[in-house]
């Protein structure tokens, strides 16, 4: 998805000459499924294998996005069309990531949690080095629905691959019996926000979602418009946040024993909230706007997968196992939900303020949004061992 989550936007920009609250509207229309959905989906996935369930969204996202490049090269795509699309790829996105994140726990240890989310991030920050790099190179030399042919093909790569997986999972999850969808919602919601861990770190996640929907809604719309990037260099930009992304995956498990596991996540969350400070400096800078957004996007992408790591693998560590389905989906929803305000929010405030002012308003969203951390537990756990939290004293 780090091919078409550069190249979809650019085709909405450059092809369709999409405005503010178009591009508000495309990226709403990616992330309203989690609200639509989202909570159903942890329940299912609570009864089913999540395996067959990652083959089958890889495949079906493969087939959605093959329709945007067919469409272009008869002459027939519309916003329209890139709106259906990313409404229904985000649902499948909603099966698949709460599938994923369930399955590592059935496949590695408890204390083995940390390294295994750090073998995850490790793949998903080199996607994210060469992805949005090669996504841009892609639009500039070829045309962004060709880098959305070719994310198509990826996707199928990847259901084949995870279709060599042979560990077996267990034939019924929790092995509980099944109750109404709504309660099984409802014991859901109740574990997420009743638990003095969790509910600190949605109510974290929620706010710094929703504030970086509203910078980066227009954030492709600055680089084209106001600063005349071409998408080569956009796809630069977006990279740099791979090799963060790769550092922060390596020394995860050494930053978690040196500074606890709750600092490492408290951290990590404020200094990606100050990077992202570097995007509406860049506006009011202009001539080192390219350092100041390679420099922000590297070390965004270094601190948001620390966080990411530590957060999950307390998340898991602490989670029931027939409730971690729910759990995922839960929170993700939840979370991901924010963005269709957010998106929005950024459209709206693109048009009417600018995009500047919008770029400042989202990025100060996102550094406030450490303090519902600051005045909880979360930074006194130490470690996990044996499945349970050590804390500090």
């Known amino acids: 998805m780090q091919v078409s989550g550069l190249a979809l936007p650019l085709t909405a920009v450059l092809l369709l000459g999409a405005s503010a609250g178009e591009m ?3 990226s709403a229309a990616r992330w ?33 996005l093959a329709t945007i490049p067919i469409a272009a090269a008869l002459g027939v795509l519309h916003i329209e069309q890139l709106y259906i699309v990313s409404f229904v790829v985000g649902a499948l996105m909603i099966f698949s990531d709460a599938a994923y994140q369930s399955m590592l726990p059935s496949l590695v240890g408890p204390d083995d949690l940390v390294e295994g989310n750090s073998k995850l991030e490790l793949s998903r920050s080199l996607a994210t080095i060469v992805g949005p790099g090669v996504g841009g190179w892609l639009v500039q030399i070829l045309s962004a629905p060709i ?34 969808v709504r309660r099984e919602i409802g014991e859901g919601l109740r574990w997420v926000f009743g638990n003095a861990y969790l509910r600190p770190i949605q109510a974290t996640s929620m706010s710094f979602i929703c504030a970086n929907s509203v910078w980066s ?18 796809g630069l930009i977006f990279a740099a946040g791979g090799p963060g992304a790769l550092l922060g995956a390596v020394i995860a498990e ?44 590297f070390v965004a992408g270094l601190m948001i997968t620390l966080g990411n790591i530590g957060e999950l693998s307390l998340r898991q560590a602490i989670t029931p196992h027939h409730l971690q389905g729910r759990m995922n989906a839960t929170m993700r929803s939840l979370n991901w939900s924010t963005v269709t305000a957010g998106a929005l929010i950024g459209g709206m405030l693109g048009d009417r303020i600018g995009l500047a002012p919008t770029l400042l308003v989202g990025a100060v969203g996102s550094l406030l949004s450490c303090l519902w951390l600051v005045f909880s537990p979360v930074p006194r756990v130490r470690d996990i061992r044996d499945g349970t939290l050590v804390l500090r004293p």
């Open 24 to 26: 508000g509207v495309l």
């Open 32 to 64: 309203l499924p989690y609200l639509l959905v989202g909570l159903v989906a942890g329940v299912w996935l609570d009864r089913v294998r999540r395996r067959p369930v990652l083959i089958a969204t890889h495949v079906g996202r493969a087939v959605l």
């Open 147 to 180: 880098a959305i042919a070719a994310d198509s093909l990826l996707f199928l790569a990847d259901a084949i691959l995870v279709g060599q997986i042979r560990t077996p999972e267990p034939r019924s999850i929790g092995g509980h019996v099944r109750r109404s």
């Open 217 to 234: 809604t227009v954030y492709i719309l600055f680089l084209t418009r106001d600063l005349g990037f071409e998408p080569a260099l956009l």
């Open 254 to 297: 050494t930053s978690t024993r040196r500074l606890g596991l709750g600092r490492q996540i408290l951290g990590s969350q404020v200094l990606a909230g100050a990077a992202f400070m570097c995007i509406p400096l860049a506006a009011w800078q202009p001539a080192a706007a390219v350092p100041l957004l390679l420099i922000g996007s």
